[in-house]
C-alpha cells in the first residue's frame, strides 16, 4: 500500500486530561500522550505524538546523540512542538532566561526556584517550538500539542512540583545548555521546522482542491485539523499515515491541515 496509517496508543499521565476531542474520543482516564505505531515490525523514522495536558509536565531535559550513545542507546531526542489548541494563558518553557551556573542549577532544582529560571512563552494554535537535544523545557497545562522527534524516549526530569516521581538532577546538569534559547520556530513558505534529524512542515488543503504532495515530502503525513481524503483514504484530525520513499506522489483533497515530516 502507498500509505499506511499507524495506530494510536493511549498512555495515561497524572497532568493528562480526560478531554481528547477533536482528535479521539474522550476517555475516564486522564490521557497525557498518544504515540502512533507502526503495523508488524514497521520501524518509523521518527516518533510522534500529540499530548493533552491538564497540568504541568515536569521541568525536564533531553540528551544528545554522544550522550545517549554513551549510556543509553543509539539516538539522543531533539524534538518539536506544534500547537493544536491552547487556552487562554497557556504557556511552555524553553530554556533559561539568563546563563545559570551549574551549582545554582542544581540548587533551584532542590528548592522550586528553578521554575523562575525559566524562560516561559505564550502558548497559542498554530504556534511552533524548536526543542533541541539539552534545552530545558516545561509544558504548561491547558495544551494539546504535536510531538515530533527523534525516535528516542530518554527524559531527565529536574523538578516535578514535588509528585513522587524520580528526578535525574545529576544526570540532568551533564546535558543541560544553562543558558537562553530562542525556542519559537520562524516559518519559511510552509517550512515549520528544518535541523539535522527531521523536516517538518504544513500544508492547510481548502475543498475541492487537490494537491500532489512532492516526493521529498514523504515520511509522516498528520492530520490536524478537519477531514477529506489522503489518495482516496478517508483522512480526519488525530490520524498520521506513513509514506514509504518509493511511494509515487499522493492526491490530497480538503478540507483539512496536515503537517508533513520527513527524517533525516
Known sequence: MPLEQLTPRFL????????????????NAKIGEVWFEGPGPLELPLLVKFLFTSDKLSVQVHPGDEYAQRHH???????????????PGAQIAAG????????????AAR?????????????????????PAGTVHAIGGGLVLCEIQQRSDITYRLYDYGRPRELHIEESLEVARREPHAARAVVHEDVLVSCEYFKVGRRAIAAPEKVAIPREHFGLLIVIQGEGLL???PAHAGQVWYARQSTPPIVVSGPLTLLWAIAR
Not at 495515561?12 to 476517555?27: C, D, H, I, N, T
Not at 533559561?96 to 540548587?107: S, W
Not at 528548592?111 to 526543542?131: K, M, Q, R, V, Y
Open 12 to 27: 495515561e499521565k497524572v497532568w493528562g486530561s480526560e478531554r481528547l476531542e477533536p482528535f479521539f474520543a474522550s476517555r
Open 73 to 87: 542507546s543509539s539516538r539522543g531526542k531533539t524534538e518539536m512542538w506544534h500547537v493544536l489548541a491552547a487556552e
Open 96 to 107: 533559561l532566561r539568563e546563563p545559570v551556573p551549574a551549582e545554582k542549577l542544581r540548587e
Open 111 to 131: 528548592s522550586g526556584e528553578i521554575e523562575s529560571l525559566l524562560a516561559w512563552h505564550a502558548a497559542a494554535p498554530g504556534d511552533t517550538f524548536f526543542i
Open 231 to 233: 489518495d482516496g483514504s
